[in-house]
């Protein structure tokens, strides 16, 4: 059963939707109702009392009855759904508007929300993206939905890296607040079943949260983090790709009149996870991936350096200071990279239970963690990056569990 509301002040258009999703779920037993809200004040009451499955949410609103319509009132009542632990916090959002302006203006606030916003003058794309999302908040009412593997992004340029590299697009969809692109990765006898999410915003608190509700939201094999981050000198070069292990986070510890004493919660990779990425470092095919696909057009680094398992630091600032910089790498003698994310994938990874059967960390170092920090490699960082998690994604979903790891050297 599920519960639909519609926030919207215009009738024909909440007809018009009304009776696309009659289509889309015409067993009337599995909607319980379809309840209206036409201004903000009416919403954030109802908002309030019931728990709803899935909201579609107009942009411009008037505050009261009769009111004038407002462009901000649709991003507060998203507000008031999102903040807190209130009753809809994890409910499906779509935003639909009639007005083009208003979509483009407010896109970035709702995507970090972790809400699509359509124009409901493109027909063709709403409904498409309407029946998406109703197609699964009907799934999730059987419970998690399971898929082979998932990949996290902290940047968009992240996950476009991704275009290119393997998997096949099939849809865009929203899941537990989250943005999810689900694809298909082609293998020798068929498919495997995936997705890949972006961040809400970069950061450790944001990608612990967010690796969470997706491992709550999905029954997957494979959770992993891929992007790009920056490299210490001496332990890792421009371009090369890190896979961490251990991950710790950076600014856990304690400072007092003697300085800065570390407390860190070193995590590993799991140990089967460790042995298929190993082999898989060695295979020539991996930097034929790597590079496969790759423009001239695009910068590169001076060399090719081959990809390695190394400690990786994270934390919740970007580090741009030769200064600081030396206070983590007195964390480990061998830390090879800093990030902002590997660590809160691995503690949320880590935690839950029952666990995935493999997690990992992988990143492209495209800049030095100093002075001299620029954004010259990121394109390569992005697509190389993604070539190599892909890469790695099939290895580790060809070695199932039972299977010895030497078994799967493919």
Known sequence: MIRILIVDDNADKIAEIRTFVAKQVPDSNEVEFIAEASNLSAAVRMVTEVSFDLIILDLMLPYIRDGQPDSRAGLEI???????NGRNRGAQVIGLSAYP???????????????????????????????????????????????????????????????????????DGIVAGLSVRYVDLPHDSGRYRGAIIKLRQMGLVAATLDASLALTA???????????????????????????????????????????????????LPPQTRVIIDRAFDSPQLHAAMEEGIGRHIVRPSRWEAPMLAPVATGSAVIADSVRLRHIEAQHRKVAALDMESFGLYYA????????????????????????????LHAYGCMTSARATTYLVRQLLECSSERLPMNCSR
């Open 78 to 84: 998203l507000r008031q759904i999102r903040e807190g």
């Open 218 to 268: 999905f029954d997957t094999r494979v959770i992993c983090m891929s992007g790009i981050c920056a490299g210490i000198s001496g332990h890792a070069q421009l371009g090369q790709v890190v896979v961490a292990s251990p991950a710790w986070e950076y600014q856990a510890g304690k400072w007092s009149k003697n300085g800065f004493q570390i407390a860190p919660s070193q995590i590993p």
């Open 101 to 171: 302006e208003e979509v483009s203006g407010s896109r970035d606030s709702f995507e970090r929300a972790g809400v699509l916003i359509v124009n409901f003058d493109d027909i063709r794309t709403w409904e498409e993206t309407l029946a998406s999302t109703i197609s699964d908040v009907v799934r999730r009412q059987g419970g998690r939905d399971t898929i082979d593997f998932l990949i996290l992004t902290a940047l968009e340029e992240e996950r476009r890296g991704f275009d290119d590299a393997g998997p096949v697009f099939v849809r």
């Open 349 to 376: 990874a880590h935690e839950v239970f029952p666990p995935p059967e493999h997690f990992f960390s992988l990143k492209s170092v495209v800049d030095m963690a100093d002075e001299t920090k620029n954004d010259d």
